[in-house]
């Protein structure tokens, strides 16, 4: 069953704009990740954000957490065409699996 | 560098034979997955095995198995395949709460 689910399902911006993806999720959750996959590749890890901290940074990415709503989003600031990509939200509750969503497919136009 | 392989990234096989999928580890990860992505569906738990010799159904364990004799490996097996196991395979492993590491995909083709 899916747990989390990403918002918008396709986004296409231009270089230098930011971009935001939202994922809305059910139960309770140990932490929260997300994860880029280009086309075709396995899934890389960005960052992981555990169920009592609100907010993260890692270089051009923040991601937030408000788990009273049972949300998160990542943003993207200032895009380039090597961030064209999918962008899944998954959630590890505690039991060892992830759950991921269906994903957001980036597209940023030079 | 960490890393999980899978032993193939392309693959075609025809209905009713026998498949195997193998995926290695190097991080000494108890936990290992293996997903199946198909568009619009996103990733699909198939089975995950959090220790040796141990496995757990997922959402869709349907027409497959698994096996884990030893820690670094875990296979996926097709005991018939069928044209709608064409798909995206994934593997990938973690320790508990901390993040998965993934193989880059074994694209099956079964025809």
């Known amino acids: 069953s899916q747990q989390g689910e990403e918002d918008p399902q396709a986004l296409s911006i231009q270089e230098g704009e930011n971009a935001t993806m939202n994922c809305s999720y059910k139960?309770?959750?140990?932490?929260l990740q997300w994860y880029r996959q280009n086309s075709g590749r396995g899934l890389v890890h960005l960052i992981l954000?555990?169920?009592?901290?609100r907010e993260k940074h890692s270089g051009r990415l923040r991601v937030t957490l408000d788990t009273s709503k049972k949300s998160s989003s990542l943003l993207i600031t200032a895009s380039r065409a090597a961030d064209t990509a999918s962008y899944f939200c998954?959630?590890?509750?505690?039991?060892?699996?992830?759950?991921f969503g269906k994903g957001t497919m980036l597209l940023v136009s030079p | 560098d960490v890393k999980v392989t899978q032993s193939s990234r392309y693959l075609v096989k025809r209905t009713g034979e026998k498949v195997f999928l193998e995926c290695v580890q190097d991080?000494?990860?108890?936990?290992m997955f293996w997903y199946r992505q198909d568009p619009g569906l996103g990733l699909r738990l198939i089975y995950f095995s959090y220790d040796v010799k141990m496995k757990e159904k997922g959402d869709i364990p349907e027409g497959y198995s698994v096996s884990r004799e030893k820690k670094e490996r875990f296979s996926l097996i097709l005991e018939s395949a069928s044209t709608n196991q064409t798909s995206m395979y994934l593997c990938?492993?973690?320790?508990?709460?901390?993040?998965?590491?993934f193989g880059q995909g074994t694209r099956l083709t079964v025809v």
């Open positions: 954000i555990r169920s009592n901290e």
């Open positions: 991080m000494d990860h108890e936990n």
């Open positions: 139960t309770s959750i140990n932490n």
């Open positions: 990938a492993s973690k320790r508990q709460n901390t993040e998965a590491f």
């Open positions: 998954a959630t590890d509750e505690g039991y060892s699996t992830l759950t």
